[in-house]
């Protein structure tokens, strides 16, 4: 079965520093979307992608994140500086529509800011 | 903002009984609920979804029932197996055209041999 493949599985980085979090989702897929869950807490959207433009972004996703796809398969989250509460599980997700249609997640990047 | 509610952090169940999660919404926009399971170590797994115009759908061992009036679904595992161990979250998202699920807490379900 396809899957959505996330790189690394565990990233530290000291404040301040960039990261990219790295994901390929299903390959017939059109939506994409990245999710993260802080210890103990719910996951949350960040942002989704369609058509190469962001469709939808969360009040958490400010100008520390952006998102690109820099060819046909990757996806990637980026934040600029990061902050000791950036420290989460991000999960990055596909779906083949926008509309009723379930997203299909990755294992995850655990992010840990020191 | 708890607009999808798990009230139940835990749940433990024996082997070959029937397992019922419960979820509550807040936001009568919500139109598309799904159900999700995760492992530790793992994302969350699709499991079974369920749009606003029916109140039941079954795949399987899976059975999720909705009822608007009380803003209230439910997941049903029948028979409940020692592999169905994992948390399990309820999502919903908004008619319209929004993209984003909200996740509920979680419940964590125990199935013993």
């Known amino acids: 079965e396809p899957e959505v493949t996330q790189t690394p599985s565990h990233q530290v980085t000291q404040m301040g520093q960039e990261v990219i979090l790295r994901c390929v989702p299903i390959s017939n897929h059109l939506y994409f979307y990245w999710y993260r869950q802080i210890l103990g807490q719910k996951v949350e959207f960040l942002v989704s992608?369609?058509?190469?433009?962001?469709?939808?972004k969360s009040e958490i996703f400010d100008d520390q994140f952006s998102v690109e796809r820099p060819d046909g398969s990757n996806f990637t989250l980026k934040i600029r500086s990061t902050k000791l509460e950036d420290s989460a599980m991000y999960f990055c997700?596909?779906?083949?529509?926008?509309?009723?249609?379930?997203?299909?997640f990755g294992n995850g990047t655990r992010l840990t800011v020191t | 903002d708890q607009q999808v509610k798990q009230n139940s952090p835990s749940l433990s169940v024996q082997e070959g009984r029937i397992s019922i999660l419960n979820c509550d919404y807040t936001?009568?926009?919500?139109?598309?609920f799904l159900w999700y399971k995760k492992y530790p170590a793992e994302g969350p797994t699709f499991l079974i979804s369920i749009s606003s115009i029916k109140d039941k759908n079954e795949d399987g061992r899976f059975t999720v029932f909705l009822n608007k009036s009380a803003k209230h679904l439910s997941l049903h595992i029948v028979p409940s197996q020692p592999g169905d161990s994992a948390v399990y979250f309820c999502a919903a998202s908004e008619a319209g055209g929004s993209e984003k699920l909200v996740f509920g807490k979680g419940t964590k379900l125990t199935v013993n041999p």
């Open positions: 936001n009568s926009m919500f139109d598309y």
């Open positions: 997700a596909s779906s083949d529509s926008s509309y009723n249609s379930p997203l299909h």
């Open positions: 992608f369609y058509n190469n433009e962001i469709s939808e």
